[in-house]
């Protein structure tokens, strides 16, 4: 588990290489094993036999960590606690053994792996892109657990720490350097060596953190800082205004920082273990390691996929349409070692989409993320074209321009005529029914949907929508394209709104009839907000066009035919669309925006109405909630979407539900399903039938099982 060697200058360096896993990983009860190597580092510096430490790896990592199993499962305060006390007993013995310890950082840290290198004195990180640092547990809904956040505040501040251990960003060791999580930079791992040597070397034979000598000082000060008491408010509105207390973890890992300032190190570590413990007891944490731990996990792994097919492996993209779609696949397609052709209606126009992935790749050269030299080459590899005939050995081609039926069909047959009968061809569509678009296509078995969302190079989802002629095989190598490009793939039935925009438009509905029923639009949008959505209903209608909402509730009208209900929300739209209020793009919508399109304010007509002040607040954000909640039940049970894990996941990614829910059907697990059945029952008498329960929720109540 871990090579102990110790050279003729008395340096001893501890190699990480865990038995039986590809990367190191640092489980909760796994630092036990390390006490006696502790106990025997301090044992040769009594003896003087120890001059320093280096502690790098033997695999492609450093060390990543986070016992998903214990952190989703545990429900015992005291093992909470005691876990969390037994790392930072660990990593307080790797800094006291009194020796200068230097972590040569020949790959990513994550988690309690970054813990274990702040525990070190020094920091050197080999200068690799792929490489990455950070505190990722709050992406989980958790906080790290081993005394790392009290370390980041001695070294940066309560400000600094707090950013870094909060957002869960994971940096490039350039981005490291420049935050303060590491010192110094090498080009390989002979010069990383040597660079720990010289540290060491030119240190004293005693050697302490900051933090346990007797001037020591945290950069900007404590809490008791009268500056830095106004850093914390301002860290506190801005945490509020952002997440309205939806995430406990972000709360406790600030109050972490504010108590752990005014008291020594031991005892701020165990603040610390307490705020871990109660933390990783909460609902949030246990739906949120549940989506972006296990859920995601099984996505990535291909549990989704079409079994008995080989890995895609496609070297050739093309790419038809240079808009803001087109232009941002061709970006991500390149980025990813990709050569792309893309096509638009003449080589002037496709030149403007080349020039978005430019314009990309000359700020990330500005950021320093790479350089001028790698920018050229992922520039190179896109060539921009008129010519249809360009796309002859492609392995993929990508229809993206705007939403016309004849359009689209008559470039997909015209792209068929050029590419060989292996080649895939798929519609980045939002609403035109793939297996409509197939009926003029020479090979509807090859052909698919791949719905991006804006903007591509931003937004993680891609739903693969299968047409009713679309082979397994196809769907399987669609899939395997999306996870190349670093995408979330989800797997998703040919029917009215796919599965994003069909949910999406419940939330959006729900926002208005809210307001047909006179509640303010201002209260309407704030309660989306702070439940947890990205935007307002209302907000979110303007973005996506107030004519696709529409249009979204047609196409269902068409499919169910007689036993479609009309939405009381349409009758308003309807209206807003005869005033020419079709959002965002019109410049008028829900909200009045100025010529650049910035949205100004609330539209509440030619004369404001008189609004309800009677309202329950836990009521209307309910029942934005409960609106998505049962469109994904209603379209797992119509097979729209072929697992709860993809509409989990679907929701979260594509449409914003509140990630501390763990996505839209985790949301009715802890809601219960007996209570929420409840529920809508009185809400279907209240409001209509849009609160029907689906008969597989009852038939899950019944046998007793959960999403």
Not at 382 to 400: G, P, Q, R, S, Y
Request: aromatic share 10%; hydrophobic share 40%; charged share 25%.
């Amino acid at each position: 588990m871990i090579r102990y060697e110790k050279d003729t200058q008395q340096i001893a360096t501890l190699t990480l290489d865990m038995d039986g896993n590809v990367h190191n990983m640092l489980q909760h009860d796994i630092s036990k094993s390390f006490l006696p190597l502790l106990n025997h580092l301090k044992a040769e510096k009594a003896k003087g036999a120890l001059r320093g430490v280096i502690i790098t790896s033997a695999k492609r990592n450093f060390l990543t960590g986070g016992d998903l199993d214990f952190y989703h499962q545990c429900t015992d305060a005291t093992a909470a606690f005691q876990a969390s006390q037994q790392l930072c007993t660990f990593f307080r013995g790797l800094e006291s053994p009194g020796v200068a310890v230097v972590a040569a950082m020949n790959g990513s840290a994550f988690g309690p792996g970054l813990g274990l290198a702040l525990a070190c004195h020094y920091r050197i990180a080999l200068d690799k892109n792929e490489i990455k640092f950070g505190l990722t547990e709050s992406s989980l809904g958790l906080m790290s657990a081993g005394g790392e956040i009290i370390r980041l505040m001695w070294h940066l501040g309560i400000e600094k720490a707090f950013r870094v251990a909060a957002e869960g960003q994971l940096y490039t060791p350039k981005e490291a350097l420049k935050v303060g999580l590491i010192h110094e930079l090498a080009t390989d791992e002979r010069d990383l060596m040597e660079k720990a040597r010289t540290w060491l070397l030119n240190q004293a034979e005693t050697y302490h953190q900051i933090w346990d000598t007797p001037h020591g000082k945290i950069p900007t000060g404590s809490a008791q800082n009268p500056q830095v008491g106004e850093q914390i408010r301002a860290l506190t509105a801005e945490h509020y205004k952002k997440n309205y207390l939806n995430y406990p973890a972000l709360t406790a890992i600030l109050s972490t920082l504010v108590e752990g300032s005014r008291v020594d190190f031991d005892t701020a570590c165990r603040i610390q273990s307490r705020y871990f413990t109660q933390v990783l007891l909460t609902q949030e944490a246990k739906s949120m390691t549940k989506a972006f731990g296990y859920d995601l996990q099984t996505v990535k792994k291909g549990l989704m996929r079409p079994k008995g097919y080989g890995k895609f492996r496609p070297k050739k993209i093309g790419i038809i349409g240079a808009g803001l779609m087109g232009s941002g696949i061709t970006y991500i397609c390149a980025n990813e070692g990709l050569q792309v052709i893309l096509k638009d209606i003449s080589r002037s126009v496709a030149e403007k989409g080349k020039f978005y992935s430019e314009n990309k790749l000359k700020n990330r050269v500005k950021l320093g993320e790479i350089t001028e030299q790698e920018a050229t080459i992922i520039l190179n590899r896109i060539k921009a074209t008129e010519k249809m005939a360009d796309f002859t050995d492609c392995d993929l081609v990508i229809e993206a321009v705007f939403e016309n039926r004849l359009l689209k069909s008559k470039i997909i047959r015209d792209a068929e005529l050029m590419v060989d009968k292996y080649c895939m061809i798929a519609s980045n569509t939002a609403a035109i029914p793939i297996t409509e678009l197939a009926k003029t296509a020479y090979r509807p078995e090859n052909f698919c949907g791949m719905r991006f969302f804006r903007p591509v190079d931003g937004e993680l989802l891609v739903e693969i929508v299968k047409g009713a002629q679309t082979s397994d095989e196809t769907i399987a190598r669609a899939f395997d394209f999306i996870k190349m490009i670093h995408k979330i793939p989800i797997i998703v039935k040919d029917s009215w709104g796919f599965y994003v925009g069909r949910v999406r438009n419940t939330y959006i509905l729900e926002g208005i009839a809210l307001l047909q029923e006179g509640y303010p639009p201002a209260l309407i949008e704030n309660l989306g907000i702070q439940a947890g959505m990205r935007t307002g209903p209302l907000a979110l209608a303007d973005d996506l066009s107030l004519t696709m909402v529409v249009e979204y509730e047609q196409q269902a009208a068409q499919l169910y035919g007689p036993k479609y209900i009309k939405h009381p929300a349409v009758t308003r739209l309807e209206e807003m669309l005869a005033e020419k209020r079709t959002g965002k793009q019109a410049r008028m919508g829900f909200y009045e925006y100025d010529a650049q399109g910035k949205m100004i304010k609330l539209w509440h007509g030619k004369t404001e109405p008189a609004y309800r002040t009677d309202y329950d607040r836990e009521a209307l954000t309910e029942r934005l909630l409960f609106a998505q909640a049962l469109e994904s039940v209603w379209c797992l049970q119509e097979k729209i979407v072929g697992s709860a894990v993809e509409a989990n996941l679907g929701s979260i990614y594509g449409w914003k539900f509140p990630a501390s829910k763990g996505g839209v059907l985790q949301y009715v697990n802890d809601y219960g399903l007996s209570p929420f059945i409840q529920k809508c029952s009185m809400y279907r008498k209240w409001y209509g039938q849009r609160f029907k329960v689906p008969t597989l929720l009852k038939s899950m109540l019944e046998k007793k099982e959960k999403f």
